[in-house]
């Protein structure tokens, strides 16, 4: 990277610092700082892309194990790995293997209108350990959406 001080083509300051780099035009310093700062914000946002793809495959790939790869409800071909309380109520996501089971098409459906309760999720997935959010009552019985039953 070379250093050039000249009149800047962008601020028509003669004491700005401009910067040439590879395939840039020579601008101003304030603009080379804001263009790496986005630069910076696009490679985090894609590290955190596929840091939240590999949770979400993590979690699929366990809850699948666990319930052989079956629907809890009928047995048939799993397709979806389901989150009994719902994965927005969770700061981490809820990507717990027990807020998870293994659902055909038709009874993920089912899941998502509350057609089947949590509870009963639970159970046929054989779950004993109950996990809620920190702030959810333990000693109460919550839908997916995290309301009081």
């Known amino acids: 990277m070379n250093k050039k001080i000249s009149i800047c083509k962008i601020c028509e300051n003669k004491k700005c610092v401009g910067r040439l780099r590879q395939n840039w035009a020579l601008i101003c310093y304030h603009i080379y700082q804001d263009r790496i700062r986005e630069e910076q914000k696009i490679e985090n946002k894609k ?29 048939e071909a799993a397709k979806d790995a389901h989150h009994i309380v719902d994965r927005s109520l969770w700061p981490d996501g809820g990507y717990h293997v027990d807020n998870g089971v293994s659902l055909c098409s038709e009874h993920h459906l089912d899941a998502e209108s509350g057609k089947v309760s949590c509870n009963e ?27 009081k039953i």
């Not at 590999?54 to 809890?72: L, S």
């Open 47 to 75: 590290k955190m892309k596929k840091l939240k793809r590999q949770i979400r495959e993590k979690f699929k790939k366990d809850v699948f194990e666990r319930d052989h790869y079956k629907c809890i409800m009928c047995k």
């Open 121 to 147: 999720l639970r159970k046929a997935a054989g779950i004993r350990n109950i996990i809620l959010p920190a702030s959810f009552d333990s000693n109460c019985e919550y839908d997916k959406w995290g309301n």
